[in-house]
């Protein structure tokens, strides 16, 4: 008997703040959380919701650790290279906060178990990298009705945002970003990314697990807010989205949302009415100084020589839901990257958002410096 803990000792630097308490502890003890994605994101998310008493930790990732992921996926040392990453992660947990219960699942997720897999949780938390599992996240939250909580990381900058399919009223992932790029998004292999960073989003949404399950009135999570961290300038804003009255996702009955893995490359081919051509833009901007040039190059690019009177903003900020402070949305934009490629996944974005006079320069910075040329 001497012997004998609260269980609620261990959390009292916590349950003192008014709006946990008790009554939110408890919330939080008998609570179940799948973290789909055991890497950069998911390690601060599983670290911070099983120390918080997260009763039930559901962990999904079938990868294996790599000697790059320990830049920063905290959880994970060098003798654990080559393992498991769920079940790592679940001995890590376990090892902090032996009264939480880990379910661990070494496989991906896809279409034919998320809603199985959704339906046995109170929240999911995205903690992936990579656009098809974020949309079909969002789908099987839709259709079973489960919050979630999205992340993403690139470079120095990363984005969160909660979403409540309970809502009728409520936007979704895909009333951001209706479809897939149309081609080929950097990843963090890819374009790099600083561990500090993840560790970041992956507390904030951790945090908002937290708001979500304690359901206190002061603490109100990001429903249908997406908040943008730039930890190279310390910059945070908060955008508020739209629902969608056509999105295929919230927008549709439950019974009718089709839960399937998307594909890249997956749009139509945006019509010529949305192009114009170098010797177009060219006469355009002569003619009205009210049109604004976006360049959507990476900043090497742009370096290297761009097309004067130009505004610069990459693509790669873009796709995260980032937008230029000087873009307006009641003027007419035209956009340019290398061959046109870019600049047309750009121009879907930027429509999705209700910039309705958008045009992409065929052929791109190439064709205008050909046009150039030929002019000389």
Not at 106 to 133: C, G, H, K, P, W
Not at 228 to 257: G, H, M, N, W, Y
Request: hydrophobic letters at 40%; a negative charge.
């Amino acid at each position: 008997m001497g012997n004998m803990v609260d269980p609620l000792a261990r959390y009292q630097r916590q349950t003192v703040l008014p709006e946990i308490g008790e009554a939110g502890q408890k919330r939080l003890l008998s609570a179940r959380v799948l973290c789909v994605g055991a890497g950069g994101l998911g390690c601060p998310v599983l670290l911070y919701l099983a120390a918080a008493g997260v009763g039930t930790i559901g962990i999904i990732d079938n990868d294996e650790v790599d000697l790059s992921n320990l830049q920063r996926q905290v959880l994970y040392r060098e003798c654990d290279v080559g393992r498991s990453k769920a079940e790592v992660a679940r001995e890590q947990l376990l090892a902090r906060n032996k009264d939480v219960h880990v379910n661990v699942y070494t496989a991906r997720l896809s279409a034919d178990n998320a809603e199985d897999l959704f339906a046995q949780y109170d929240v999911i938390v995205d903690a992936t990298d990579n656009f098809m599992t974020k949309f079909l996240i969002n789908d099987a939250a839709a259709k079973t009705q489960t919050p979630w909580v999205y992340g993403s990381i690139l470079g120095f900058a990363g984005q969160l945002a909660s979403f409540d399919p309970r809502q009728d009223d409520a936007p979704c992932y895909r009333c951001l970003f209706p479809h897939p790029p149309t081609e080929k998004v950097m990843n963090c292999a890819e374009a790099g990314v600083i561990g500090a960073v993840a560790g970041e989003v992956g507390t904030l949404q951790a945090m908002e697990v937290m708001k979500i399950i304690v359901d206190h009135p002061d603490l109100p999570p990001l429903w249908g807010r997406l908040c943008q961290i730039d930890v190279a300038s310390f910059r945070k804003t908060l955008t508020s989205l739209v629902k969608e009255p056509k999105c295929r996702a919230c927008s549709q009955d439950r019974a009718q949302i089709n839960i399937k893995e998307e594909a890249m490359l997956n749009l139509k081919r945006t019509t010529t009415s949305d192009e114009v051509t170098p010797d177009e833009a060219r006469a355009m901007l002569a003619q009205n100084s009210d049109i604004q040039l976006l360049d959507v190059r990476g900043l090497d690019e742009w370096d290297a020589g761009h097309i004067q009177g130009a505004d610069h903003f990459p693509l790669t900020l873009m796709v995260q839901g980032f937008r230029p402070d000087t873009l307006k949305k009641d003027a007419p934009l035209i956009l340019y990257c290398k061959a046109g490629v870019r600049s047309m996944q750009a121009l879907h974005i930027l429509k999705s958002q209700g910039y309705a006079d958008v045009k992409s320069m065929a052929g791109g910075y190439d064709a205008w410096m050909m046009t150039e040329m030929r002019a000389a």
